[in-house]
């Protein structure tokens, strides 16, 4: 008798520890999903400054879908996405094979050194690119000036052409931490065991690097790019702040345009069926993703 209203007073202790997380999930979580799912489907007016909503189904979808920017914003959101994932493999790689091999003090510094961009704020970085991209007196034109790259300072900016990469480039500056720290971790669990077996058997450094360091890390690799899609779809400050999604429209992404479709045009029913599109978009890229790497797992 005395275990089992043991085990019941246990039993209530556990849920009297979990109603703050669940009270919290349910007021952050869970309210504004079920929330913005109703305005994703509501026709929303503002007459004498009340805001009224009445349901209209998909037709806020449909809007989206038949609006001219949505296809500009979209194909501009999936060109970022996929330059960044790219760059910050490439990038976040390289750094982290090169941090491996650094020992002592030289190890700390680096360490130390490539965290910086991770640590600063989109807003602060994208500040710190602005000065650097300014047209007039911009480090990265004056750099390649000097190097001979170009003839004339280029608004980066401000010209159509170059402004999303600009931005790509900033984007990948600040992820690229967050990803060399993830595949540092991973390099330190390769065995040297299986390096030296392999040098012995005539196997160069290439093919050390493709048959033993990327199949024993390919499960953070994994792991890294699902939240850099989920980051990149999502990412909006650095945009904002840098041209918030111009010049004419070139840098506008699907996360810009629902913004700009709900606090600044107060479309919020539009705004809402674009949020809840790019989250369709972020699932539909990870499952593409994880589905190749499965059949992958298959073939091999």
Same mark, same amino acid.
């Given at each position: 008798m005395k275990r089992l209203k043991k085990s019941a007073l246990q039993d209530h202790t556990?849920?009297?520890?979990?109603?703050?997380?669940?009270?919290?999930?349910?007021?952050?979580?869970?309210?504004?999903?079920?929330?913005?799912a109703i305005l994703a489907m509501s026709q929303i007016t503002f007459p004498q400054g009340v805001l009224t909503t009445s349901f209209n189904g998909l037709s806020n979808f449909i809007k989206v879908i038949k609006n001219k920017l949505f296809v500009q914003a979209l194909k501009n959101t999936i060109i970022f996405t996929f330059i960044r994932i790219t760059g910050t493999f490439i990038i976040g790689l390289m750094v982290a094979l090169v941090v491996s091999r650094a020992k002592g003090l030289l190890a700390k510094i680096l360490k130390t050194l490539f965290l910086l961009p991770w640590a600063l704020s989109d807003v602060v970085n994208g500040m710190m690119w602005q000065w650097m991209y300014n047209s007039q007196y911009g480090i990265i034109n004056e750099i390649l000036l000097r190097l001979g790259i170009i003839n004339n300072y280029i608004p980066w900016l401000n010209t159509p052409a170059t402004a999303l990469y600009a931005i790509i480039f900033a984007d990948i500056w600040k992820s690229v931490p967050f990803v060399a720290l993830m595949y540092l971790a991973a390099l330190k669990n390769v065995s040297q065991d299986l390096y030296d077996a392999s040098e012995v058997d005539g196997a160069n450094i290439i093919q050390r690097f493709?048959?033993?360091?990327?199949? %024993?890390?390919?499960? *953070?690799?994994? =792991?890294?790019?699902?939240?850099?899609t989920m980051w990149a779809l999502k990412s909006f400050d650095l945009i904002w702040v840098l041209t918030e999604g111009g010049p004419l429209n070139s840098t506008l992404t699907l996360a810009v345009l629902a913004y700009r479709e709900s606090f600044i045009y107060m479309?919020?029913?539009?705004?809402?069926?674009?949020?809840?599109?790019? %989250?369709?978009?972020? *699932?539909?890229? =990870?499952?593409?993703?994880?589905?190749?790497?499965?059949?992958?797992?298959?073939?091999?």
């Open positions: 556990k849920e009297l520890f979990l109603t703050p997380t669940l009270v919290f999930m349910g007021i952050f979580v869970v309210y504004p999903i079920i929330y913005s493709l048959h033993i360091t990327i199949p %024993t890390i390919k499960p *953070i690799i994994m =792991i890294t790019t699902i939240i850099q479309r919020l029913g539009t705004g809402a069926a674009m949020a809840y599109l790019l %989250t369709f978009l972020s *699932i539909l890229f =990870i499952y593409i993703y994880l589905k190749s790497n499965r059949k992958d797992k298959i073939d091999d």
